[in-house]
């Protein structure tokens, strides 16, 4: 059974940090692309970052540029979201998903139950 799972979220004040783990299994992990989404209430969902993707395709938001990054701990089969100087407008549910091979900024072949991040001005 595939499962991807977020944790990390949490009540943050403007210009705070924190770090969203998404911990996997049941899926090859070296063939997928994990990427974050995030959506918030009467926006469109958004694609953020990437990590992993075999062909070179990526995803990369402008919003998040210079704030928030992506890394993985293949050895625990484990993707983080360090996400740095928050803002009010990046409050949403932050989703984890793994896309066989290749990056998509628009949807994924698995998602996570999400995580909620809630920044405070």
């Known amino acids: 059974e595939v499962q991807l799972v977020e944790s990390g979220g949490g009540l943050v004040h403007a210009g705070g940090s924190l770090r969203l783990s998404c911990a996997t299994s049941g899926f090859s992990f070296d063939e997928y692309a994990i990427t974050w989404f995030r959506q918030a209430p009467v926006k469109e969902r958004e694609g953020l970052l990437c990590i992993g993707s075999r062909d070179g395709s990526t995803v990369s938001a402008d919003s998040v540029k210079g704030r928030f990054t992506v890394s993985s701990d293949n050895a625990k089969k484990t993707v983080y979201l360090q996400m740095n100087d928050l803002k009010p407008e990046d409050s949403a549910v932050y989703y984890c998903?793994?896309?066989?091979?290749?990056?998509?900024?628009?949807?994924?072949?698995?998602w996570g139950q999400g995580t909620q991040v809630t920044v405070s001005s």
């Open positions: 998903t793994a896309s066989w091979r290749y990056c998509s900024a628009y949807d994924a072949d698995y």
